[in-house]
């Protein structure tokens, strides 16, 4: 029971070797309003999480507690040090995909109108700075319209399904480096008539250098608590370790979540039986990163803009030494006056 204390005591006391840290504010949560679970990432981390779990022997222990970034207890005799580690980073390039849609009589005719659009706006885009290798024209689609036109007969009208013209559909892929263009795109999109801005991807060239500084960092932070065992003359043996490691990446667009503004409808209009004419009331959309709290690294914590969040967790299982429990024998005698007693001998 002593050496479990002394080891409770060391894992009350381990430190989190945070680069930055922030406290989100919990009034934000107020305000947020039910979003789709897809695009939901603390549903994705913690899904990730329960996985990670789930393939090895801690499962049972993880649904019990719950225990995310500490150490704990799987048996009386085994610790599991966990570090998860997070790096925010911004996209060295960045991909816009505008829609672009073209009705027509013909479909030479539609053609020709959809690519005089194009045209202007690619044009447009060089005149910015864009080149012209950056700019990919993907063909989705050319279809018939139809409408019904109506056939008087004697007794009745019949109406009859017939081609009126052509429809096709294209867009345009952009790629670039300054996300500051953004803004001057959409301009130059929506003076060609071109108003749906598809997506904008985020993407970072070397991956495998951050997942390797995030490796590299865990493990220092792991170190850093086995440090602390030692000061307090607690062995881990090294014969029954057990590693395990997880990693994933939180891209800018899953991190929009929306919220309506709180209105508060007066009832004056309705007491004085006047008209009442309900407006349009829209959402408001924020990027929103993943909170710190769950993580004992942050890497790059102050952002501007919207990043890259890459997510590296480390987990090590250790089995204490048990110590070496001595039985004692036990011997009943009769003493000469019948007495019956019993002596403990080593």
């Keep these: 029971m002593k050496r479990l204390f002394l080891i409770t005591c060391a894992l009350a006391a381990l430190c989190y070797a ?6 989100r504010n919990g009034n934000q949560k107020q305000f947020k309003s039910k979003s789709n679970e897809n695009y939901n990432v ?23 507690n719950g225990n995310i970034g500490n150490a704990y207890y799987s048996n009386n005799n085994e610790v599991v040090l966990e570090v998860r580690s997070l790096m925010n980073m911004k996209a060295d390039r960045f991909l816009a995909v505008f829609n672009i849609t073209q009705i027509g009589e013909s479909a030479a005719k539609t053609d020709e109108l959809i690519n005089s659009r194009i045209d202007a706006f690619t044009t447009s885009l060089k ?3 864009v080149n012209e290798k950056d700019i990919y024209v993907d063909m989705i689609y050319l279809v018939p319209t139809f409408e019904f036109e109506m056939e008087k007969k004697f007794f009745s009208k019949t109406y009859n399904e017939v081609p009126t013209g052509f429809e096709m559909q294209k867009n345009i892929h952009v790629t670039f480096k300054d996300i500051n263009k953004v803004d001057d795109m959409v301009t130059l999109a929506a003076k060609n008539e071109i ?14 250098a951050v997942y390797d500084s995030l490796r590299n960092k865990s493990v220092a932070c792991l170190n850093k608590k086995m440090a602390s065992f030692k000061k307090l003359n607690l062995v881990l043996s090294d014969k029954f370790q057990i590693l395990r490691e997880s990693s994933y990446a939180i891209y800018p667009e899953t991190q929009y979540p929306d919220y309506d503004a ?3 409808q007066s009832l004056e209009a309705v007491k004085k039986n006047s008209g009442v004419t309900k407006i349009r009331k829209p959402k408001t959309v924020a990027y929103d990163q993943v909170p710190y709290n769950r993580y004992d690294i942050i890497v790059n914590p102050g952002i501007l803009e919207p990043v890259v969040q890459y997510v590296y967790t480390i987990q090590v299982k250790y089995t204490l030494d048990k110590p070496e429990v001595k039985s004692k024998n036990s011997y009943m005698i009769i003493t000469p006056t019948g007495e019956v007693k019993k002596l403990d001998l080593p």
């Design 42 to 64: 603390r549903a994705l981390d913690n899904n990730a999480t329960q996985n990670f779990y789930q393939k090895g022997d801690f499962q049972e222990d993880y649904a019990k």
């Design 127 to 129: 005149q910015m700075g």
């Design 18 to 23: 945070n680069d930055g840290y922030s406290q």
């Design 195 to 208: 108003y749906d801005l598809v997506k904008l991807d985020f993407f970072v060239d070397n991956t495998e």
């Design 262 to 264: 709180f209105v508060t």
